[in-house]
């Protein structure tokens, strides 16, 4: 009996449990990876993606066959056509796949109705399996992920003195919300040089047919990511040397043309499998408790939240999700997704901005990703289906997993409240006071009904008008739905009117 592992593009390190199960027998242990060009071609996915995901696939691959593992690596149309060869030339009898944490890959394996059986192993890319948010989940009347996040620091011991949390306090968010006032010194970004591998699939990506459309939207060059574990590796060294101490304050600020702020810049390597989340967060905290005279807590502690607290909670959220979660639409937004979102081309400087960016580097972070590119969408009534479609094509860091509970959930209230405890609804106010893109616009924050208002104002203030009846139940609303009492009937039928009409113009 000869047991066959196929290894997909985001469980691209040793420790997965399909090839773990394998390790005792390895050199006798097929081991397939497979690019498929089709798959690629599901969605206008960003170039760098694409190099991303295949680079670091050739580059894993090689370091399983220096480790004596019989690979396989090809490039083909489908998946089924090269599995069948494999499985035929090496008389593979059972296959294993670690699951895919993606739902529509598991549902696409089953599909291609291999001729051999099929075993998915455990996923042990998180830190909390499946079934433990299972039962988490199962025992509570509603998902709070507050609650989540303080069992989470409990179980594995994390920021904390006995059973209570360091500092006294489990969350100091409050001390990270500062605007960007003032002049700011920022910390330089890791990046890196394409090695030969890196460079061939640039090449080969440039050249192929199939991927000419997506240069329409997406820079390829230059890339900088990392492919490699060890690079990985020296992404999140240098974050916790030098930006841990000073993440907190300013995460949620957005300064013109810096694209990176404090941020970890960890994503695209944690979601492919280069990284573990707890051997990141556990880095973190031994970084703390070395330098905890001179470093903010708050800072630590931000980050470990986003971690330890709200990565895992996405994802435990969705494999406890309901199978029609994506198509949710509690709002009934059916508005089609402006061309601007692929181009970048707008007037309103902040989508402007980061539009740009995500062109040329395929990231955003969470508050740019948040209250500006899903807040638009959601002020506006676009399609929580389209935006979603476009934020995993757009982001380095895009699947699934991530984006349905990201964008259905956090960011356009799709669910009815499952994942936020309101609407992350905003006026062009929060963008003002959190970034310096105001500043340089064609619009003005502060006007709702002139000629150059800030379409972010009189979208916040139709937004609320149009959906009072769903929105008056929900607690945190009430205090917002009193200002928008306060207008008068004028001023909000202008309001109403410069909404509808600029969907037309
Ligand atoms: Fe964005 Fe409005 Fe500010 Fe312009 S004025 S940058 S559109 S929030």
């Known amino acids: 009996m000869t047991i066959g592992v196929w290894v997909l593009g985001d469980q691209l390190w040793a420790g997965q449990s399909a090839l773990e199960s394998c390790l005792q027998q390895h050199q006798q242990t097929p081991v397939i990876f497979i690019e498929s060009l089709a798959h690629a071609g599901q969605l206008p996915y960003h170039l760098q993606k694409l190099v991303l995901v295949w680079s670091a696939m050739r580059h894993f691959a090689a370091e399983l066959r220096s480790l004596g593992w019989a690979v396989t690596y090809t490039q083909s149309q489908d998946f089924k056509t090269p599995l069948i ?4 030339s090496y008389q593979i009898s059972e296959l ?5 944490t993606d739902c529509p890959f598991v549902a696409l394996i089953q599909k291609l109705e291999l001729p051999i059986q099929i075993t998915f192993t ?3 890319r998180f830190i909390w399996s499946d079934e433990e948010f299972k039962n988490w989940a199962g025992k509570r009347k509603r998902l709070i992920m507050e609650d ?4 989470g620091r409990q179980r594995f011991n994390i920021l904390m003195s006995g059973n209570q949390p360091v500092g006294g306090q489990w969350n100091f968010d409050k001390q990270n919300r500062k605007p960007p006032k003032g ?8 990046w890196f040089e394409p090695d030969s591998i890196t460079q061939d699939v640039i090449n080969f990506i440039r050249q192929s047919e199939a991927f000419q459309d997506n240069q329409s939207y997406w820079l390829l060059e230059p890339f900088r990511w990392g492919v490699t574990r060890q690079q990985a590796l020296q992404v999140m060294k240098f974050f916790i040397e030098t930006r841990l101490s000073s993440f907190g304050p300013y995460q949620d600020a957005m300064v013109t043309g810096e694209q990176t702020m404090w941020h970890t810049m960890l994503s695209p390597y944690l979601n492919i499998g280069l990284l573990h989340p707890l051997e990141v967060v556990q880095a973190a905290q031994l970084a703390y408790l070395d330098n905890s005279s001179n470093w903010e807590l708050n800072s630590v502690e931000g980050f470990i939240r986003q971690v330890l607290g709200w990565r895992e909670y996405m994802h435990g959220v969705y494999v406890y999700l309901d199978d029609d979660y994506s198509e949710r639409n509690w709002f009934n937004h059916t508005h089609p997704l402006p061309a601007f979102y692929w181009t970048g081309d707008t007037q309103m400087n902040c989508l402007h901005q980061i ?3 995500v062109k040329q580097i395929g990231y955003a972070h969470h508050i740019q ?3 500006v590119l899903n807040n638009f969408a959601l002020i506006a009534g676009i399609s929580p289906q389209e935006l979603e479609d476009w934020f995993h094509a757009a982001f380095i860091d895009g699947y699934d997993w991530v984006m349905q509970t990201n964008v259905i959930g956090m960011g356009q209230f799709a669910d009815g409240g499952m994942i936020a405890s309101k609407p992350y609804a905003a006026s062009a106010n929060y963008i003002n006071n959190m970034s310096d893109y105001c500043k340089n616009c064609a619009y003005n924050p502060r006007e709702r009904t002139t000629k150059n208002a800030c379409p972010f104002n009189f979208f916040y203030w139709d937004f609320l008008a149009r959906h009072y009846d769903l929105l008056k139940d929900q607690p945190r609303m009430t205090q917002i739905l009193r200002n928008l009492e306060r207008l008068s009937p004028s001023e909000l039928q202008k309001i109403r009117s410069l909404a509808s009409n600029w969907h037309t113009t």
């Open 85 to 88: 060869e494999w499985i035929n």
């Open 96 to 100: 294993r796949v670690m699951t895919p």
């Open 122 to 124: 455990p996923n042990n």
């Open 148 to 151: 989540f996040y303080r069992q």
């Open 183 to 190: 002049k700011l010194t920022l910390p330089e970004a890791l």
């Open 355 to 357: 539009l740009t960016q």
């Open 369 to 371: 990703r948040l209250m």
